[in-house]
């Protein structure tokens, strides 16, 4: 599964900090500070659009917010305008490799795999030690049925971080897919064990418990897969929500 708070939560900050020199407008950078939090720690996803909307308005050609709008926009649910977001972003800094694997991870979620693994494959051209963009590959190439080639992106995530749960997560179902049983197992209890430490540091973020809920159920522990998706659905996870109702 995707990585957007993991990795995001910390490039975002790092984006603010390089706004903060490149960009003349100190409102516009107050504008994305303000949203950043309202996005990510409040979950106020509306509220943290109308900041960067502001920001935009101040600074026309402000890529970063641009990016964290399009980034909101995703967490949303808004994928199509995350994409437009993502496109603007590129347009103003096409050399941004965050924002090739945002508007991929869009693309992804709107079932677009194919276009997405372009995406993926430019922000690793662009970047390529950014270690959750091969997991992200990697999870568009399982919808694709590309299992071999899925389990060598997150051996090459997994090699630049060993503890990234979503490439071990990631790697498990392209094990199972493959028949390796065992190794899928292996993968999906890895994923567990680092799941907890990213929720023991940033216990707010939903994802992490939805994709570990998802892993539980892989392993048939239904009743914490069941407390984890609850907790996700909880803190904003759409795609937890869409699950609990289908397996109840």
Partial sequence: MKKPLVGIISVLIILLLMC?????????????????????DLRDYSGAIKDFNRAIE???????????????????????GAIQ??????????????????????????????????????????????????????EAKNELKDYSEAIKDCNTAIIMDSQDAYAYFNRGLAQSKLGHNDESIKDYK??????????????????????????????????????????AASLGCLPAREYIKAIK
């Fill in 20 to 40: 903060a020199f490149a960009c003349n407008d100190s409102k516009s950078v107050a504008y994305l500070n303000s949203g950043i939090i309202k996005g990510d």
């Fill in 58 to 80: 101040l600074s026309a050609k402000y890529a970063f917010a641009y990016f964290c709008r399009g980034t909101v926009k995703g967490w949303s649910g808004d994928h199509t």
């Fill in 85 to 138: 977001d993502f496109n603007t972003a590129i347009e103003l800094k096409p050399k941004d490799a965050t924002a090739y694997n945002g508007r991929g991870a869009s693309k992804y979620f709107l079932k677009d795999y194919s276009a997405a693994i372009k995406d993926y494959n430019k922000a690793i051209e662009l970047d390529p030690k950014t270690e959750y963009v091969y997991s992200n590959r990697c």
């Fill in 190 to 231: 890895k994923a567990i064990q680092y799941l907890n430490t990213i929720i023991a540091t940033f216990p707010r973020d939903a994802y992490a418990y939805y994709i570990k809920g998802l892993a539980n159920i892989k392993l048939k522990n239904k009743d914490l897969a069941l407390k984890d998706l609850n907790q």
